[in-house]
């Protein structure tokens, strides 16, 4: 296999992925979450940020930094806009898509 020919497997691999998503995503709902209010009021805050500029030419690290704020962002849009607070916490139902963008940065 020759250096480009791996990524004619990944494409399919990929279509694969994709399907996989398409058959679970029926069957995935959201998924209720504690939060500590100092995250919470942190991911609101993304959310009511105003971005100010046009984007212009990014590095793939800016996109991947900038992805992650938005995925942050739409958290907070999930808390402000059903959070239920309790005392020090936030319980939220968050999409998996939201979880796993979080688990992903974790790591």
């Known amino acids: ?4 020919e791996q990524y004619v497997t990944y494409q399919q691999d990929r279509t694969v992925l994709a399907a996989i998503g398409a ?11 504690r939060l500590p209010r100092s995250l919470a009021e942190s991911a ?4 009511d940020r105003e971005e100010l500029g046009e984007i212009s030419e990014e590095s793939r690290e800016e996109y991947d930094l900038r992805d992650d704020a938005a995925e942050l962002a739409l958290i907070g849009l999930a808390i402000a ?6 005392g020090d916490e ?3 139902d968050l999409d998996a898509v939201q979880i796993a963008s979080a688990l992903r940065a974790a790591q």
Do not use: E, T, Y
Not at 1 to 4: H, L, S, T
Not at 44 to 47: E, F, G, I, P, S
Not at 81 to 86: C, H, K, T
């Open 23 to 33: 058959h679970l995503n029926p069957q995935i709902s959201r998924i209720s979450v």
């Open 90 to 92: 936030v319980i939220v």
């Open 1 to 4: 296999m020759n250096d480009r």
């Open 81 to 86: 806009s059903r959070g239920a607070w309790n």
């Open 44 to 47: 609101v805050a993304a959310w």
